[in-house]
């Protein structure tokens, strides 16, 4: 069965990467099996739950998550161009995240977002985490920092990593063993998400989770396919096209 995964919580209809979103995205009529959220580091080291390198766009604060503490981050709206309504959210730590997340039974895809800015000691502040709230077979660690799942597999070999990308990957089963990781998170309607690469994939038993699907003739699609999971802005959609199923 295809796994819905909340991408950015309900992020279709709510602020992305808030504690609401992931509540709404797990909660009953939204019936997501995971939560997907990212995580960048802040100027003292903290791991908070954002999308981008900078605050502008989802926040009530200017400047990169890098140059900006905790403390001032902590006092920033995290719904910004969001209505009024949600002006109490806040930008959550990863710990926020994990100590909800630890009373309930769903997934969660920790993308760490360092790809563009390194952020070194970003893979052992997340494991270290992970492990603290005990809840290592839940996670599905991913980055488009290929490096980094590598990284992620020398420190913590025994927690589930994918590949993230929107490229094209040679012979990316054989890839994706080499790192090792055993998901693959592609692009959707990418060219490294075709069909034939998708079904190859699964042959190979790696696991195919495209993102981010929020059409239903392509969530239909991706069900039908087989696929292990698909990430949405709109999990609720997508679990009512697995219920008529
Ligand atoms: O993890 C899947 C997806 O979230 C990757 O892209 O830009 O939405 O973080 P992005
Ligand atoms: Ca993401």
């Avoid at 902590?74 to 959550?92: E, R």
């Avoid at 660690?141 to 025994?158: G, K, M, Q, W, Y």
């Avoid at 054989?174 to 090792?180: L, N, T």
């Avoid at 055993?182 to 998708?198: I, R």
Wanted: hydrophobic share 40%; with cysteine.
């Amino acid at each position: 069965m295809t796994k819905i995964f909340a991408h950015r919580g309900a992020s279709g209809h709510f602020p992305e990467n808030t504690m609401l979103a992931f509540e709404k995205g797990i909660e009953a009529g939204a019936e997501a099996d995971g939560i997907e959220l990212d995580v960048q580091l802040t100027k003292d080291g903290r791991i908070v739950v954002i999308h981008d390198e900078r605050l502008n766009r989802t926040t009530s604060l200017k400047g990169f998550v890098k140059d900006t503490a905790y403390d001032v981050i902590k006092t920033a709206n995290a719904a910004a161009g969001h209505d009024q309504a949600y002006s109490d959210l806040k930008v959550p730590l990863l710990e926020d995240v994990l100590s909800w997340a630890v009373k309930k039974d769903f997934l969660i895809n920790i993308e760490l977002k360092n790809s563009v800015i390194r952020y070194e000691g970003m893979e052992e502040k997340v494991l270290e985490a992970v492990k603290r709230f005990n809840i290592e077979e839940r996670v599905i660690l991913s980055t488009f920092n290929h490096e980094s799942v590598a990284l992620c597999a020398r420190l913590a070999p025994h927690i589930e990593r994918a590949v993230l990308t929107a490229d094209v990957l040679y012979q990316p089963d054989q890839y994706i063993a080499s790192i090792p990781a055993t998901g693959y998170h592609p692009k959707l309607n990418s060219p490294g998400a075709t069909d034939e690469v998708l079904k190859k994939m699964r042959s190979s038993s790696i696991k195919v989770r495209p993102y981010t699907v929020n059409r239903p003739e392509d969530m239909k699609h991706l069900i039908e396919l087989g696929a292990d999971g698909m990430f949405t802005d709109f999990p609720a959609k997508a679990a009512a096209l697995l219920k008529n199923e």
